[in-house]
């Protein structure tokens, strides 16, 4: 069972609609991120949050809006999305922002189609 | 030149063959190396660490070549449960945890 839930776990949106995907991680980690998996292509980190401030925005359309309103939730705001966007959307959590040696534990994932 | 290139297979192995995955990333600042494994539509999840002296953790061995920029996996005696797609993982230099994902090998294993 993960420590790191995510909701909805699938979405189909509109290319119109406002909608926003919810983490929440229950392993005291102090970190938290998004990941995007499209089709044949690694993930690509979108967003890192330290200690709930955003330390890393990795050119990300500003259509996708992160917010963290504690070190245990992680929103990403969804609008005027393009089909393009469709994929796997992945939430993560690590322990210690300040180290690199964390492993990172990830959510099940939100699969989401824009039409 | 990508940050972490892996050959994404897929490689088509029997059971109890040993097979070997490669990785090679371009940060020579990195620090600290992992083997994720993600399964059909699934999650990726830690399958384990890699350190500089190479470490082994049952069928598995990692080794990591930081002259190179090279890492490795070697699965021994591979199990049909092996299959799915292995993740070799880099944490980009930055002063926080910022992993970067290779595109994964694809593993499958046949009776």
């Known amino acids: 069972e993960t420590g790191v839930t995510q909701t909805p776990r699938h979405l189909v949106m509109g290319m119109t609609n406002k909608k926003s995907l919810k983490c929440e991680q229950h392993l005291g980690h102090n970190a938290m991120y998004w990941y995007k998996q499209s089709a044949k292509k690694p993930l690509e980190l979108m967003f890192v949050y330290s200690l709930e401030e955003r330390v890393e925005n990795n050119s990300v359309p500003s259509r996708f809006s992160p917010e963290c309103p504690n070190s245990s939730h992680l929103f990403l705001h969804l609008h005027t999305l393009q089909p393009e966007d469709s994929a796997l959307y992945l939430c993560a959590s690590s322990q210690d922002p300040g180290a690199t040696n964390t492993e990172a534990f990830f959510g099940q994932g939100t699969r989401l189609t824009v039409v | 030149r990508k940050e972490v290139e892996q050959d994404p297979g897929p490689f088509n192995v029997p059971e109890g063959a040993t097979v070997a995955f490669n990785c090679t990333y371009s940060?020579?600042?990195?620090?600290?190396f992992f083997w994720y494994r993600q399964d059909c539509r699934k999650e990726p999840k830690l399958l384990m660490s890699?350190?500089?002296s190479g470490n082994e953790d049952g069928r598995f061995t990692a080794q990591l070549n930081r002259a190179s920029q090279y890492i490795s996996l070697l699965i021994r005696d591979s199990k049909l449960s092996d299959s799915a797609t292995y993740l070799c993982?880099?944490?980009?230099?930055?002063?926080?945890?910022?992993?970067?994902f290779g595109a994964g090998t694809r593993l499958a294993v046949h009776p």
């Open positions: 890699v350190y500089s």
């Open positions: 993982v880099v944490n980009g230099a930055g002063g926080y945890n910022k992993l970067i």
């Open positions: 940060n020579s600042a990195s620090q600290s």
